[in-house]
Structure formats: structure tokens, C-alpha cells
């Protein structure tokens, strides 16, 4: 009797997580970063030519989704610096905490990181750190242009059925802590 009470309870269990599987689709935190490495090229200069401009080339991205703050994204990251002025030229590195909201465009079956925002920024040399203040204004709205235009991940029909799947049906996306959930149904 125990034993047919366990095998009732896997099939059941079994035909839940299927049925689950046919009613959403979820992204990962690691399937956010592989694509941000792939299409994550932020490269801009910013500034004013002349007096003083930075080249700034950001790397290494990686997401926490909804860990810290519910329904939005923190990006942690890289920043070099090559910054020109009357004063010289000056390379740095900038340690970036960025804090973004997923929203999902249905008819690219994309996913965009809207409202970006830096939140926290150190730059090595610290002797920097006065250039990165002045700066900052200007790479938040670089960010946030590059972000609304470009987006962090794009659903294909040619990586797995269950994302092709979600590209034809989803409806939205739901965020949970360490993956974005794109449901099916309403």
C-alpha cells in the first residue's frame, strides 16, 4: 500500500511539472548574462569634445534578477575608462552597480531593461573618482538610451521548443527571484 502511495505521488508530481512546463517559459539569471556578454557591447564616448571626453567600454555584466529589489534587475559590471581633457589623457577602471525594469516587447519577443540607472560606481585610480562623478549624469543617460534600444534578451524559435513555444504564446513576463517567468496565459 506505501509503496503504490509513493507511486501515485511521483506520477502526480510528474504530470504537475509537465503541465507547468506547457503554461510558462523561464529565463534564468545565466541564460541573461550569456546574452548580455553576446550582445552587451555598451561603447560610447561621452562628454565634450575639446575640453574633456571619455571613451567608456562596458564588460563582464552579470544580473541578479529580482533579488534585490522586486520586479527589477541589478546588472554588476566592468567599466574602462580612457578619458581625454586639457589636462591629459587618464585610463581607469569602474566598478558599475546598475539597477534596470524588464519589460517585454510581445511582438519581437524581446526583453528590454528600461529605466536603467547606475547606482553605484568606485573607479580605480581613486584619484578618478571626482571624473567619475562628473560623468555619471551623462553614463546613466547613455545606459538608458543603449537599453531601451537594444534588447537584453531575445526569445528564439531555434534554441528550444519550450522558448519557441513562448515566443508565439507569451502574454508578459512575471519576475521571481533569479529568473524572469514568461507565462502562456493572462
Known amino acids: 500500500m506505501k509503496q503504490m502511495l509513493i507511486a501515485?505521488?511521483?506520477?502526480?508530481?510528474?504530470?504537475?511539472?509537465?503541465?507547468n512546463q506547457l503554461t510558462s517559459y523561464t529565463i534564468g539569471e545565466q541564460e541573461i548574462n550569456q546574452a548580455l556578454a553576446?550582445?552587451?557591447?555598451?561603447?560610447?564616448?561621452?562628454?565634450?569634445?575639446g575640453v574633456a571626453q571619455a571613451h567608456i567600454v562596458l564588460t563582464n555584466l552579470t544580473s541578479q534578477i529580482g533579488r534585490e529589489e522586486p520586479n527589477k534587475v541589478t546588472l554588476n559590471g566592468d567599466a574602462q575608462l580612457d578619458m581625454s581633457s586639457l589636462f591629459g589623457n587618464q585610463?581607469?577602471?569602474?566598478?558599475?552597480?546598475?539597477?534596470?525594469?524588464p519589460v517585454f516587447n510581445q511582438q519581437e519577443g524581446a526583453i528590454y531593461l528600461q529605466e536603467m540607472e547606475v547606482m553605484n560606481a568606485t573607479v580605480d585610480p581613486q584619484k578618478?573618482?571626482?571624473?567619475?562623478?562628473?560623468?555619471?549624469?551623462?553614463?546613466?543617460?547613455?545606459?538608458?538610451?543603449?537599453?531601451?534600444?537594444?534588447?537584453?534578451y531575445v526569445l528564439s524559435e531555434d534554441?528550444?521548443?519550450?522558448?519557441?513555444?513562448?515566443?508565439?504564446?507569451a502574454k508578459g513576463i512575471e519576475i521571481k527571484p533569479g529568473?524572469?517567468?514568461?507565462p502562456f496565459t493572462d
Open 128 to 152: 578618478m573618482q571626482s571624473v567619475l562623478q562628473t560623468i555619471v549624469p551623462y553614463l546613466n543617460q547613455s545606459l538608458r538610451s543603449y537599453f531601451n534600444q537594444k534588447p537584453a
Open 159 to 169: 534554441r528550444s521548443k519550450g522558448e519557441a513555444l513562448a515566443k508565439k504564446l
Open 179 to 182: 529568473q524572469i517567468l514568461i
Open 91 to 101: 585610463k581607469a577602471t569602474m566598478k558599475l552597480t546598475l539597477k534596470a525594469l
Open 38 to 49: 553576446k550582445r552587451g557591447n555598451f561603447e560610447k564616448d561621452i562628454g565634450l569634445p
Open 8 to 19: 501515485v505521488t511521483l506520477v502526480v508530481t510528474a504530470l504537475l511539472t509537465g503541465c
